[in-house]
DNA sequence: GTCGGCTGACGTCAGCCTGG
DNA sequence: CCAGGCTGACGTCAGCCGAC
């Protein structure tokens, strides 16, 4: 019965709890984690494009100005707009 | 001959069975205590994990829906 | 006079005493049972959430990191 | 002592944790309804594109075709690349 | 099979806390 | 203040289950 998934020591349910514990600790620091590089890379990428934007406005040339109202906005090139 | 070698007198047997049996007992309500305690503690972690995990959704469904999320970037950058 | 009206006796006293005692220990072993099992209902539910909401960022995660996710949508959505 | 954070009786306990679980139950499941949400309004949107895609042909009319490898990417006109 | 280790449930004592 | 309600901890009995 040591192997059951409700064992009747309380020692093993205690080493179970922690076993577990420990899995989901690790699954979400990983997510977390990762999160967190995405964050990051995110910012940097927004950093360099606000940097680069005095640079870029060659493409306009000739043409319109870029909305400046969606500067900033991280998400303003998606495909399809879901604003729920 | 009466042969009291080991533990044959039944009143003493009764008695270290008694006193083994009352150490048990403290020893499982030790425990006891230890494993309720692990559960209290095992749900104030998932808790905290849960509602860390909501925010997070809520953030990437915002940023997927073109809500501007910036400002929270910022601020857990700047910590 | 000896006034009996109540409870003056001081061995009924007792009894009573010990009597209501023993209902309270048992109502109260019944309601800590009942509270153990409620702790561990509730850690099985938020086990089952933080599995729910990693799966869920990871999703979004790696549907934001340009990886398809084609196959899980339309799996989801034929059940 | 009926407001306290870790009350002395094993109903008020209950009561409290019943309390909470009721909570964190709502917040849970409104995330998972507005992402199930999210997830139809994409597949409908893919679809779209996908029924679409041979009649807005004609805007590559005298130009190159479109990526197809591009097509069932959900993601593929994301401002930024973040491949982690 | 028996025997010993753990645990469930009981009754009792001691102590805390609140309502009266 | 203190009588009473709940609970923590104890020792005891009964029962389960694995090891011998």
């Given at each position: 019965m040591a192997a059951s998934n409700n064992p009747r020591k309380f020692s093993e349910k205690i080493a179970l709890h922690n076993q577990k514990q420990a899995e989901e600790t690790a699954a979400f620091e990983e997510v977390m984690k990762d999160l967190s590089l995405t964050r990051a890379h995110r910012l940097q990428l927004q950093k360099t494009q606000y940097l680069q934007l005095g640079q870029s406005r060659g493409q306009y040339y000739g043409g319109s100005l870029p909305n400046?109202?969606?500067?900033?906005?991280?998400?303003?090139?998606?495909?399809f707009q879901t604003p729920f | 001959t009466s042969q009291t070698s080991k533990t044959d007198d039944p009143q003493l047997k009764r008695e270290i069975r008694l006193m083994k049996n009352r150490e048990a007992a403290r020893e499982c309500r030790r425990k006891k205590k230890e494993y309720v305690k692990c559960l209290e503690n095992r749900v104030a972690v998932l808790e905290n994990q849960n509602k860390t995990l909501i925010e997070e959704l809520k953030t990437l469904k915002d940023l997927y829906c073109h809500k501007s999320v910036l400002g929270k970037d910022l601020q857990k950058a700047a910590r």
């Open positions: 400046v109202n969606q500067i900033g906005n991280s998400a303003m090139d998606l495909p | -």
